[in-house]
């Protein structure tokens, strides 16, 4: 089953423009199956296996004659002796685009090896779980409201095309036992050097619990019973495995109140999920963290969005010691801000802590473009008109639909 992926078109145009192309991403996202679909001309080569990447790490050499380009090499980070080599041949030809495409799961040994020998030679892409969109129009899930699965269903899957595929057959709790198993026994064993993975399990689990929030290193590291310095690195780990992303707040000089430390995500709420043992419907909806775990869920989504469009680095939040606007997009100034809340019918009194960033001394330069509060409702409709003190409609918006934001 194929799914049609966002980021198709931006790989083949780099293809275009590149002599190298590399894609990374987490475990499980799709990398092999989309550079096989949309690149059924070239060698594929896998160094997954121990074997295959001894040999094209130590005969680099050989290996390429052995795999001439065009040629696709899945996880290079096996074998970053590759990357030298790979130079070398691209730099016979600098005019010959397309010949390497790169993928891998590690973006720590991987980008090291590309920014030391490709620098300037490749194109760098990241590939996410499936969105929403994604998966409605693709496979066989409807696109249609009628036909598709609750949004309750679509938090527990989470993105990993695998889940999406054949949901009966791979239900979301045995899969991501073992993708979590994977992970810590080849992942986080080949970046660190980590005495126990059961402490790392039990990090992430805390991580979990903190999802949406702020993140207080010496509180997670009291709960976990490392150092603070280990929960720098571990969080490090999470961020360039592509499990996590850290919100950083949006502030300015003038208001010295702000928050300044970063907000913590999971980039996957299928995973979130499983790690803090939530693994049906009704207990996700009788969930304490049900708040959370959808504001993690909206995130995941407008930031796939916006990283498909090389967006990425405008999405904030904002937050003074007493409110917090959950999402802050700055395109140069202009702003859109957004609230999440758990909720088919957002109200009037979702909208005040927009309204007071609005009214603001430290806002006064910005121009806010849109205010818009992300309910899990299935359609958007107004919330407040304009009126003489407010030029903005605010409207409840739908998950289904990120196009308000372009």
């Given at each position: 089953?194929?799914?049609?992926?966002?980021?198709?078109?931006?790989?083949?145009?780099?293809?275009?423009?590149?002599?190298?192309?590399?894609?990374?991403?987490?475990?499980?996202?799709?990398?092999?199956?989309?550079?096989?679909?949309?690149?059924?001309?070239?060698?594929?080569?896998?160094?997954?296996?121990?074997?295959?990447?001894?040999?094209?790490?130590?005969?680099?050499?050989?290996?390429?004659?052995?795999?001439?380009?065009?040629?696709?090499?899945?996880?290079?980070?096996?074998?970053?002796?590759?990357?030298?080599?790979?130079?070398?041949?691209?730099?016979?030809?600098?005019?010959?685009?397309?010949?390497?495409?790169?993928?891998?799961?590690?973006?720590?040994?991987?980008?090291?090896?590309?920014?030391?020998?490709?620098?300037?030679?490749?194109?760098?892409?990241?590939?996410?779980?499936?969105?929403?969109?994604?998966?409605?129009?693709?496979?066989?899930?409807?696109?249609?409201?009628?036909?598709?699965?609750?949004?309750?269903?679509?938090?527990?899957?989470?993105?990993?095309?695998?889940?999406?595929?054949?949901?009966?057959?791979?239900?979301?709790?045995?899969?991501?036992?073992?993708?979590?198993?994977?992970?810590?026994?080849?992942?986080?064993?080949?970046?660190?050097?980590?005495?126990?993975?059961?402490?790392?399990?039990?990090?992430?689990?805390?991580?979990?619990?903190?999802?949406?929030?702020?993140?207080?290193?010496?509180?997670?590291?009291?709960?976990?019973?490392?150092?603070?310095?280990?929960?720098?690195?571990?969080?490090?780990?999470?961020?360039?495995?592509?499990?996590?992303?850290?919100?950083?707040?949006?502030?300015?000089?003038?208001?010295?109140?702000?928050?300044?430390?970063?907000?913590?995500?999971?980039?996957?709420?299928?995973?979130?999920?499983?790690?803090?043992?939530?693994?049906?419907?009704?207990?996700?909806?009788?969930?304490?963290?049900?708040?959370?775990?959808?504001?993690?869920?909206?995130?995941?989504?407008?930031?796939?969005?916006l990283a498909y469009r090389g967006e990425e680095k405008s999405l904030h939040f904002w937050r003074d010691r007493n409110r917090e606007v959950d999402f802050v997009i700055n395109r140069g100034g202009v702003l859109d801000l957004i609230e999440v809340k758990w909720n088919s019918s957002p109200a009037k009194i979702d909208c005040e802590r927009m309204e007071f960033f609005q009214n603001a001394d430290f806002s006064k330069k910005m121009k806010i473009r849109s205010m818009s509060v992300m309910g899990n409702n299935e359609t958007p409709?107004?919330?407040?008109?304009?009126?003489?003190?407010?030029?903005?409609?605010?409207?409840?918006?739908?998950?289904?639909?990120?196009?308000?934001?372009?």
């Amino acid at each position: 089953m194929w799914y049609q992926r966002e980021i198709s078109k931006k790989i083949l145009e780099m293809s275009s423009q590149f002599a190298v192309v590399v894609l990374t991403g987490a475990r499980q996202v799709g990398k092999s199956s989309i550079l096989k679909k949309e690149f059924p001309g070239y060698r594929y080569v896998s160094l997954d296996l121990p074997s295959e990447a001894k040999q094209a790490d130590l005969d680099s050499a050989s290996f390429l004659k052995q795999n001439p380009a065009p040629l696709i090499i899945d996880e290079v980070q096996y074998a970053p002796g590759l990357f030298s080599f790979i130079k070398k041949i691209v730099d016979k030809n600098p005019s010959l685009k397309g010949q390497y495409i790169l993928s891998g799961s590690q973006k720590f040994s991987f980008m090291k090896g590309v920014k030391e020998s490709l620098a300037g030679r490749a194109g760098l892409i990241e590939l996410y779980p499936l969105s929403l969109q994604e998966m409605t129009k693709g496979g066989t899930t409807n696109h249609t409201s009628a036909a598709r699965p609750s949004i309750e269903e679509l938090i527990l899957r989470g993105g990993m095309p695998a889940l999406s595929e054949n949901p009966t057959n791979n239900p979301p709790p045995t899969f991501l036992r073992s993708y979590l198993g994977t992970y810590l026994e080849r992942d986080v064993k080949d970046i660190l050097s980590v005495s126990s993975l059961r402490d790392f399990e039990r990090f992430l689990r805390g991580c979990a619990l903190r999802s949406a929030s702020l993140i207080n290193k010496s509180d997670l590291a009291r709960d976990v019973g490392v150092s603070s310095t280990t929960i720098n690195e571990w969080i490090s780990v999470l961020q360039i495995s592509n499990q996590v992303v850290l919100l950083e707040p949006w502030f300015n000089n003038k208001s010295k109140s702000m928050v300044k430390s970063p907000k913590l995500y999971f980039l996957d709420t299928g995973l979130l999920c499983y790690l803090l043992n939530i693994t049906t419907v009704d207990s996700l909806r009788l969930s304490p963290y049900l708040g959370h775990i959808w504001e993690n869920f909206v995130l995941c989504e407008i930031y796939k969005w916006l990283a498909y469009r090389g967006e990425e680095k405008s999405l904030h939040f904002w937050r003074d010691r007493n409110r917090e606007v959950d999402f802050v997009i700055n395109r140069g100034g202009v702003l859109d801000l957004i609230e999440v809340k758990w909720n088919s019918s957002p109200a009037k009194i979702d909208c005040e802590r927009m309204e007071f960033f609005q009214n603001a001394d430290f806002s006064k330069k910005m121009k806010i473009r849109s205010m818009s509060v992300m309910g899990n409702n299935e359609t958007p409709f107004p919330i407040k008109n304009a009126n003489a003190n407010q030029d903005l409609n605010i409207y409840a918006r739908s998950i289904w639909d990120l196009e308000f934001l372009k």
